[in-house]
């Protein structure tokens, strides 16, 4: 976090020499006198009822209150303008100004982001906040910006399990045979090729479809995702793995960030870090509230991994591990400290 600080260390002379870009401005003399409304659009791909959903719309209350309406956040969820494979690029050209995509989804302008597709690189959260808030998160952010977009957060999706339609999960094995969505990442290709898994690339919004015409036989997200689209409605199994965090990163444009007034900036920086700390909160008490209602529902089978299953995992994912070092390199995969 700390988004000015980070900005300011690693890019003040480019932030000197680089001329305001146009961002979509409105005048609004009730609510803001004289002065413009800054409008900021806010497109995400997964349901208001998440952890995400509800911290962008909280972002978008709390800006407004903070700046007394100068500030106008517009959020758009469900893919209701952009679909995850098109995001990106809307950012990019200020079609948009935030996204918050899955990290995956970055990994191919960001290498580095690649990193936390590894299955099992931590046991809990807090390791992974711990690694994101520091100087890991700071080079990601730097690399961010390298590719027009500044890094605002980095948001909880949730551990990451997986549902599937045709036998229950538990080993490795297990999968081997099926079709899997997987979100676009070198990484996750190599890990569930591994597993002898065919992966499929769907977008969020489509994957519904795509699980209920039997086009895959399964997928991996965190429970707040499976709830609130209703997986649970088109698959048999679930497996509580925590095989992963599906994590967010928050960018803004980065040509739109640097036409705002200093002020702007900051109150965006004061807010988005009270966000995030809800947020957070808010996506472990979503995970514990939607599997408690699929629990009694009884309408998918549930398996919870034991941790020395969870351990066969990570150890059968180690050529991973391997191949992840000499691409990223030994000083920056040490820096992940991963656990052997």
């Given at each position: 976090?700390?988004?000015?600080?980070?900005?300011?260390?690693?890019?003040?002379?480019?932030?000197?020499?680089?001329?305001?870009?146009?961002?979509?401005?409105?005048?609004?003399?009730?609510?803001?006198?004289?002065?413009?409304?800054?409008?900021?659009?806010?497109?995400?791909?997964?349901?208001?009822?998440?952890?995400?959903?509800?911290?962008?719309?909280?972002?978008?209350?709390?800006?407004?209150?903070?700046?007394?309406?100068?500030?106008?956040?517009?959020?758009?969820?469900?893919?209701?303008?952009?679909?995850?494979?098109?995001?990106?690029?809307?950012?990019?050209?200020?079609?948009?100004?935030?996204?918050?995509?899955?990290?995956?989804?970055?990994?191919?302008?960001?290498?580095?982001?690649?990193?936390?597709?590894?299955?099992?690189?931590?046991?809990?959260?807090?390791?992974?906040?711990?690694?994101?808030?520091?100087?890991?998160?700071?080079?990601?952010?730097?690399?961010?910006?390298?590719?027009?977009?500044?890094?605002?957060?980095?948001?909880?999706?949730?551990?990451?399990?997986?549902?599937?339609?045709?036998?229950?999960?538990?080993?490795?094995?297990?999968?081997?045979?099926?079709?899997?969505?997987?979100?676009?990442?070198?990484?996750?290709?190599?890990?569930?090729k591994l597993l002898?898994?065919?992966?499929?690339?769907?977008?969020?919004?489509?994957?519904?479809?795509?699980?209920t015409k039997k086009?895959?036989?399964?997928?991996?997200?965190?429970?707040?995702?499976?709830?609130?689209?209703?997986?649970?409605?088109?698959?048999?199994?679930?497996?509580?793995?925590?095989?992963?965090?599906?994590?967010?990163?928050?960018?803004?444009?980065?040509?739109?960030?640097?036409?705002?007034?200093?002020?702007?900036?900051?109150?965006?920086?004061?807010?988005?870090?009270?966000?995030?700390?809800?947020?957070?909160?808010?996506?472990?008490?979503?995970?514990?509230?939607?599997?408690?209602?699929?629990?009694?529902?009884?309408?998918?089978?549930?398996?919870?991994?034991?941790?020395?299953?969870?351990?066969?995992?990570?150890?059968?994912?180690?050529?991973?591990?391997?191949?992840?070092?000499?691409?990223?390199?030994t000083h920056f995969?040490?820096?992940?400290?991963?656990?052997?």
């Amino acid at each position: 976090m700390r988004i000015a600080n980070k900005i300011g260390f690693v890019f003040a002379a480019v932030l000197l020499g680089l001329l305001p870009a146009c961002a979509p401005r409105v005048i609004d003399h009730e609510q803001v006198s004289k002065n413009e409304k800054i409008v900021i659009r806010f497109s995400h791909v997964v349901g208001e009822d998440t952890p995400k959903g509800q911290a962008a719309r909280m972002f978008a209350k709390l800006m407004k209150e903070r700046t007394n309406g100068k500030v106008e956040v517009q959020v758009f969820s469900n893919s209701s303008l952009y679909k995850d494979s098109e995001e990106t690029d809307a950012l990019q050209q200020n079609r948009i100004q935030i996204i918050a995509p899955a990290t995956p989804k970055l990994s191919s302008l960001v290498p580095e982001l690649a990193a936390f597709d590894l299955p099992y690189l931590y046991s809990d959260l807090d390791r992974y906040h711990q690694v994101l808030d520091g100087p890991v998160g700071q080079q990601i952010a730097a690399s961010l910006y390298q590719q027009n977009m500044v890094e605002l957060a980095y948001w909880d999706g949730g551990m990451k399990q997986f549902t599937n339609s045709v036998r229950p999960i538990r080993t490795p094995e297990d999968l081997a045979g099926m079709t899997m969505r997987i979100m676009p990442s070198a990484v996750l290709d190599q890990q569930f090729k591994l597993l002898q898994v065919t992966p499929v690339e769907i977008n969020f919004n489509d994957l519904y479809s795509a699980l209920t015409k039997k086009q895959v036989d399964g997928q991996e997200n965190s429970i707040s995702n499976i709830y609130s689209k209703r997986f649970f409605q088109v698959q048999k199994y679930l497996t509580l793995s925590d095989h992963g965090l599906l994590g967010y990163v928050v960018v803004m444009n980065r040509d739109f960030w640097n036409s705002l007034d200093p002020e702007t900036r900051r109150t965006i920086s004061l807010v988005m870090q009270e966000v995030t700390d809800w947020e957070r909160q808010q996506a472990v008490q979503f995970e514990q509230n939607n599997l408690k209602a699929m629990s009694n529902c009884q309408c998918i089978e549930i398996d919870r991994l034991s941790q020395a299953e969870k351990d066969r995992w990570k150890e059968f994912y180690q050529p991973l591990y391997q191949t992840m070092e000499q691409k990223l390199g030994t000083h920056f995969f040490r820096q992940l400290n991963p656990q052997p």
